[in-house]
């Protein structure tokens, strides 16, 4: 069966193109990799061809999210998402960086499931955030339960859970690759980068200051996961996430590796009261009128 392992790249459109690709070139450190006038700009965190594409459009949102899979044929792969009631469609040099993409729509959200990309391996730059990885993303979107299905479909594995509200899911070893929160419309809620230790937290709060990208929660640290994290907006109204200290899964003891902070030993996979979102987050996570 298909099975995805990585979160390859997201691609975001938006109004504020000018604006958001300084954000990702100034403010996050990402090197670009390929553009063209007036269409998207690619940019990669350190090894990929790309993590990100910015594309000009007429109202801002998540284009496309990108899962590396294990390597098959794509006609086994295609087959494999039909059987699952969907309509796939095979890309083929489509975007930089990848001969092959399949493309399906699953709740809403795009999906883009590649077998390889490329490797330029520009390395990282010397000024900005620099995160050491595109680590996930939450969306948002009436039919979680559906997204949920087919992401354990082609691999992923539940970590943690919000009654009610919002499903953790890992294609790795770290606590959550996907956050699919159950909401009335479908949109991209954020997306979190890796920083290279807990010490940057503090001076990217106060890089973002000089950059008028006031830090609107954190650093603190979460429950379901215990990532450190802090969030701002981007130009795009986007909300980042940068976190450190995610979880680690060991799957074959279905526990995550112990930590100090963690409140039991050992720490497993577990159903949150959705009164804890109160102390998880503020309004900034669950306040659909917020983002």
Not at 250 to 255: A, D, G, R, S, V
Request: with cysteine; proline share 8%.
């Amino acid at each position: 069966m298909t099975r995805a392992y990585q979160l390859a790249y997201i691609d975001l459109a938006t109004p504020s193109f000018e604006q958001q690709v300084s954000y990702y070139e100034q403010v996050i450190g990402a090197t670009v990799t390929e553009q063209s006038p007036g269409g998207p700009t690619y940019f990669s965190l350190g090894v990929d061809h790309h993590n990100v594409s910015i594309s000009p459009a007429t109202v801002a949102g998540l284009s496309a999210i990108g899962l590396r899979i294990v390597q098959e044929a794509p006609e086994t792969t295609i087959q494999n998402l039909r059987n699952l009631g969907l309509s796939p469609v095979i890309k083929t040099d489509a975007r930089p960086g990848v001969s092959t993409c399949i493309e399906v729509m699953v709740a809403g959200h795009m999906i883009h499931l590649l077998p390889d990309m490329e490797m330029p391996g520009p390395g990282f730059r010397h000024a900005g955030v620099i995160p050491a990885t595109l680590g996930h993303i939450a969306v948002m979107t009436p039919a979680a339960d559906a997204l949920v299905q087919f992401c354990k479909e082609i691999g992923f594995i539940e970590t943690d859970w919000f009654e009610g509200a919002a499903t953790f899911l890992t294609c790795n070893r770290l606590h959550h690759v996907l956050n699919i929160v159950k909401a009335p419309f479908t949109k991209l809620h954020h997306v979190a980068f890796e920083l290279t230790s807990r010490g940057r937290h503090h001076d990217v709060a106060d890089f973002l200051a000089t950059r008028q990208l006031p830090v609107v929660w954190g650093p603190s640290r979460h429950t379901a996961g215990h990532n450190l994290a802090s969030y701002h907006f981007d130009p795009s109204r986007f909300l980042t996430e940068f976190y450190t200290d995610m979880d680690v899964v060991i799957p074959e003891l279905q526990i995550f590796e112990p930590r100090p902070w963690h409140d039991s030993f050992p720490q497993r996979p577990r159903s949150w009261p959705r009164g804890e979102l109160s102390t998880w987050h503020t309004k900034f996570e669950f306040d659909f009128t917020a983002v």
